[in-house]
């Protein structure tokens, strides 16, 4: 049998019962999953050109947010200089990158990258928008983990029915949270997203299914 989530670090009663085969897949190449790395270029773009753009999205993104290593590496660099107080300027980002030992990835070197997502960056005023984009994509990831964590949970038939569903509660209610953080941009295209109360009494039902279990029974 194979599994789609190592879930070695989760509690004891969601181990695989023994004789199982344990494969780990990463969830950071999932199959079909979520991302749009030319918003992501375009996005850390408008963080090094605008520091309009920089003061309203820097408390919202975070590097997983990005899909692959150079733009994580690169939001982290841009991360450090925006804490530092210092503008947000592509050299010294890329000054940063190197004292992180981020000089390139693989063939790719680090100021050719972030030249390219200076060029990604069509319009630096649209960065909010394009951070709308990444943040969406990084939503609609956690929910495809959600799912497939739950599935595996509930495929082994390990542990009680009232431990599962709380499981199952957290995975919804992490997700949520995830999928809420739409809601801290103010997206030029359209009205603000407020998720966190629309999704409040679903997160709720799965831990009052199980507060609803009689194990005694």
Known sequence: MTTLYDMSDDPPRWAWSPGS???TVDFRNLPNEPRNPAAESATLG???LSPQCASRLMPILQADH??????QDTFKAIEAVHAAGKPVDPL????QLRRQGRICWGELKASVFLHACLEATYLPGHGVSYAALVIECAAQRRVLQA???IAQ?????????PDLMKFVATEIRDAADCVSSLGSIDV????PVRLGTLLED????????????????
Do not use: C, W, Y
């Open 188 to 191: 030029a295209v359209r009205a």
């Open 147 to 149: 799912g497939i964590r």
């Open 92 to 95: 010294l980002v890329n000054d």
């Open 21 to 23: 085969a344990k494969i």
């Open 202 to 217: 679903f997160r709720r039902q799965p831990e009052a299914i199980a507060q609803s279990i009689d194990v005694s029974e």
């Open 66 to 71: 990005f899909t692959s290593r150079p733009h």
């Open 46 to 48: 408008a963080l090094m």
């Open 153 to 161: 949970a509930a495929a082994r038939r390990t542990g009680d029915l």
